[in-house]
């Protein structure tokens, strides 16, 4: 009651205006067991300029990558974000905004989204994409329930070098048996292509892998497209779009949707969130893409203006006609990928995509020269890499961030036939001089 300004004579009207007699009744139907029965366990109440002292000494336990070398990815990475996205994404205007409900008063965001989509269609060679989801985890499985109702089919074949975690995303969707999931098999930190084609059938509706894998290397994506066309399933890849200013797109491999998580366009790294969902795909099937879509038209003065063409979530039209309904565009980190890309251009963010790799691959040839890690993938990579490490991980790890960086991640947490592996990934933060003291490190174990 102290945190609530609501006197006793108030909280005895409302109960007993809902018919209820105390407020533990209002919890009836919790189970006793999931019920909290003792006092929060709260220090003592402090004043304000105490409290505010205790906060700060709790932040300063932690180590931010202003503090630290961050050799972390599997999804999120450390890149540089030009002064230029926090000054556009910080003006009230953008900050403050919540949705375009209202197109007619919303013509800034509308023409944010327009700009952004037109961007990630650049990027992936794709006709049309959505004005962003959540993350690349939701996008991904989006994208397997989007195939289904194009091919009006019921089975998805889903690579085993695709992150685990957004697997275990689309799992979680899938759980009430709407759609059946095969998953194939990693061979060499690539997929199993002979195992694609042994999984795909007249119920298939999509292929669904990743490039760069989770494992940071590069399929071999015309192989795999050829395969789910020849079996009528729609194809869909799942991409990194900073790589895509030196990767081909997409789309020059037959992609029929096209994902990826944008965190890495102009987005901190923020505990891992919030992410970016991209979702772009061809033309033909975008009725059946969930999320909005900011268009362009002219009104009856002949002035540009921008609307919401497509709307297909259970907000906006009957719920049984909804392609989603967890398909909110996270407009404001789709604003800062927006002016990130715009701010570097196509020969900036080529630049940086080449900065990556470069060093990814200096930093794992010295790491193998150490004689602590040896490969275990033939396969080629882009800015991440997998290594095993000869000794504890754990201890390596824990070695290395006393010495003040973050030596990658282990990936023996999410699959233990993994074990002893370690995950690195390599932006274009990373000087020289910090690679060759990274190495020197780990030499010294």
């Given amino acids: 009651m102290r945190f609530i300004p ?24 919790i189970p006793e067991d999931a019920r909290l029965a003792r006092p929060l366990t709260l220090p003592e109440p402090m004043s304000e300029i105490a409290l505010a002292a205790h906060l700060e000494s709790l932040a300063g336990r932690d180590l931010d990558g202003s503090r630290v070398v961050s050799f972390l990815g599997a999804g999120i990475y450390d890149h540089y974000v030009p002064a230029i996205v926090d000054a556009v994404v ?53 994208a397997a329930l989007m195939a289904a109702r194009v091919t009006k089919r019921d089975k998805v074949v889903v690579s085993g070098a695709v992150h685990p975690e957004w697997r275990e995303t689309l799992a ?8 059946e999931v095969v998953e194939v098999p990693a061979a060499g930190g690539v997929t199993d292509v002979s195992a694609v084609g042994e999984a795909l059938d007249e119920r298939t509706a999509a292929v669904l892998v990743s490039s760069p894998t989770f494992y940071g290397t590069l399929e071999d994506l015309a192989s795999l497209g050829a395969l789910a066309h020849d079996a009528g399933a729609l194809f869909v890849v799942a991409t990194d779009p900073l790589l895509l200013g030196v990767l081909e797109p997409p789309a020059a491999y037959g992609a029929d949707i096209v994902v990826g998580e944008g965190q890495a366009l102009g987005n901190a790294v923020s505990f891992g969130g919030p992410g970016l ?57 789709a604003l800062a990928a927006g002016v990130y890309l715009a701010a570097v251009g196509a020969e900036g963010l080529a630049g940086i995509g080449e900065a990556c790799v470069a060093k990814a691959h200096y930093l794992e040839a010295a790491l193998v020269g150490t004689g602590h890690f040896e490969r275990v993938f033939d396969a080629p990579f882009a800015r991440e890499f997998a290594l095993r490490y000869g000794g504890d991980v754990a201890a390596m790890q824990r ?30 933060r990373h000087t020289r001089e910090v690679l060759d003291r990274f190495v020197e490190e780990v030499s010294a174990l």
């Fill in 6 to 29: 609501v006197t006793c004579e108030e909280q005895a009207e409302m109960l007993a205006r809902v018919g209820a007699r105390s407020v533990d009744e209002l919890f009836s139907d």
């Fill in 90 to 142: 910080s003006k009230p205007a953008f900050f403050t905004a919540y949705t375009p409900y209202q197109p007619e008063v919303s013509q800034g965001t509308l023409q944010a989204v327009y700009e952004f989509q037109s961007m990630i269609c650049q990027l992936t060679g794709m006709e049309v994409s959505n004005a962003s989801m959540y993350d690349g985890a939701a996008a991904f499985t989006e």
């Fill in 172 to 179: 979680t969707y899938v759980e009430s048996g709407t759609l």
């Fill in 277 to 333: 969902g991209l979702f772009a795909c061809r033309k033909a099937h975008i009725r059946q893409m969930p999320g909005r879509v900011a268009g362009k038209t002219t009104d009856v003065d002949g002035r540009t203006g921008f609307v919401l063409t497509f709307s297909t979530r259970e907000q906006h039209i009957r719920r049984e006609k909804a392609t989603s309904n967890i398909c909110s565009n996270h407009a404001l980190n």
């Fill in 399 to 428: 070695h290395m961030l006393e010495r003040g960086f973050l030596a990658g991640v282990d990936l023996g947490r999410f699959a233990a036939d993994d074990a002893g592996f370690v995950l690195f990934a390599v932006t274009e």
